[in-house]
C-alpha cells in the first residue's frame, strides 16, 4: 500500500542497539533483523554540528557513532525518516527527487520504502507485527 505519512509517525524500532554497519553504493545500519538502507544523501548531527554525507569517503564520522542503540525512529510529514540514538546523534533522511531515499526492511516480513520525490511510503507489513502506526 501506498501512505503519506502523518506529523512525527513513530515507528516501532526502538531500543535496538546496532549490530552494524555496511556500506558499498548504499549505507545500511543493521539492528538484529531490521536494516534501514539509506540509498541518497543523508545528514548527521553529532556533537552540535551538521555534516551531509554523500560519498563513502564522507562516512568516517558515521562510523565513528558506531556502537550505539536506536532510541527512536520516526517520519515526518514530507517522508523524511529521522533516527535517533542514545548517545544524542540523529540521521535525517529526507525524500530524494531521483532515488529511492531509504528503506527499512524488517522486522519481520515489513518493508518500508521511501520512493523518489513522493512525499509517500510504499509499505508492505506483516499484519502481525506492523512497523508503522495505525492509520
Not at 10 to 35: A, N, P
Request: some cysteine.
Amino acid at each position: 500500500m501506498t501512505v503519506r505519512p502523518r506529523h512525527d509517525w513513530h515507528l516501532d524500532l526502538r531500543d535496538r542497539e546496532m549490530s552494524f554497519i555496511r556500506i558499498d553504493h548504499q549505507t545500511w545500519l543493521h539492528f538484529g533483523d531490521t536494516v534501514v538502507v539509506i540509498g541518497c544523501p543523508f545528514t548527521l548531527k553529532v556533537d552540535g554540528r551538521t555534516v551531509v554525507l554523500d560519498e563513502p569517503r564522507d562516512l568516517g564520522p558515521l562510523l565513528a557513532q558506531y556502537p550505539d542503540t536506536l532510541t527512536t525512529a520516526t517520519v515526518d510529514e514530507d517522508a523524511t525518516l529521522r533516527l535517533s540514538f542514545s548517545r544524542g546523534w540523529t540521521i535525517d533522511v529526507p525524500p530524494d527527487p531521483h532515488y529511492g531515499a531509504c528503506q527499512i526492511q524488517g522486522p519481520g516480513r515489513n518493508l518500508v520504502v521511501c520512493p523518489p520525490d513522493s512525499g509517500t511510503l510504499s509499505v508492505w507489513t506483516d499484519d502481525a507485527d506492523p512497523i508503522l502506526p495505525s492509520t
